[in-house]
Nanobody, 125 residues
Framework: VQLQASGGGLVQAGGSLRLSCAAS????????VGWFRQAPGKEREFVAA????????YYADYVKGRFTISRDSAKNTVYLEMNSLKVEDTAVYYC???????????????????WGQGTLVTVSS
């Protein structure tokens, strides 16, 4: 599975962005797809995940109510809609895929075997 993340950019605090993660190589029927982020000088952290087949979602507390993860089966693409952005959301955002997503949605990076290249989101004050 190859993952291509896109949609990052510069936005003012309070603004919105939509990230995309396009998958190729195979369909993601039994997969889970997650978004993670890494800010400069900080550890990578979990943002959100979605189970491809059921559409179940899971969010980190610090984005709940502001971010929405969704998928488009026809396009083999996962989206992360980010609203009410804060300066502290500034990071490189990565999408990742877990081929055993049927086990449940996880927040640990080592559960995900496939990773995209990252897209930079910068939120200015």
């Amino acid at each position: 599975v190859q993952l291509q993340a896109s949609g990052g950019g510069l936005v003012q605090a309070g603004g919105s962005l939509r990230l995309s993660c396009a998958a190729s190589g195979r369909t993601l029927n039994n997969y889970a797809v997650g978004w993670f982020r890494q800010a400069p000088g900080k550890e990578r952290e979990f943002v959100a995940a979605i189970a491809w087949r059921s559409g179940s979602t899971y969010y980190a507390d610090y984005v709940k109510g502001r971010f929405t993860i969704s998928r488009d089966s026809a396009k083999n693409t996962v989206y992360l809609e980010m609203n009410s952005l804060k300066v502290e959301d500034t990071a490189v955002y990565y999408c990742a895929a877990d081929s055993r997503g049927y086990r449940g949605l996880g927040s640990r990076g080592n559960q995900y075997e496939y990773w995209g290249q990252g897209t930079l989101v910068t939120v200015s004050s």
